[in-house]
């Protein structure tokens, strides 16, 4: 069974910085695309950043210029680092993968982590 755990969500100031983790973790044969997403209260699911097993990525206009993604291959890992955060940030994020184990190629969603952006 594959899981995927987040972990690095707290709580921040606006124009702070925060940096999510998340791990892949099971019989993995290979990981494919690996993203973020967010869910703010009331809000439908939002794609904040993808990429590929190549390193190429995609980001929602919205955090264009602040926000990064990046993996370790070898480490089956996606990292966000979020920058010059704003309150609209606020949303429990998500890590998203396609990943095939040995049995099937299938995506699976990581439980969130809460990113709460305050003063």
């Known amino acids: 069974q594959v899981q995927l755990v987040e972990s690095g969500g707290g709580l921040v100031q606006p124009g702070g910085s925060l940096r999510l983790s998340c791990a892949a973790s099971g019989l993995i044969v290979n990981i494919y695309a690996m993203g973020w997403y967010r869910q703010a209260p009331g809000k439908q699911r939002e794609l904040v950043a993808t990429?590929?097993?190549?390193?190429?990525?995609k980001y929602a206009d919205s955090v264009k210029g602040r926000f990064t993604i990046s993996r370790d291959n070898a480490q089956n890992t996606v990292h966000l680092q979020m920058n010059s955060l704003k309150p609209e940030d606020t949303a429990v994020y998500y890590c998203?993968?396609?990943?095939?184990?040995?049995?099937?190629?299938?995506?699976?969603w990581g439980q969130g982590t809460q990113v709460t952006v305050s003063s």
């Open positions: 990429i590929t097993s190549g390193g190429s990525t």
């Open positions: 998203n993968a396609d990943v095939r184990d040995l049995r099937i190629l299938d995506n699976y």
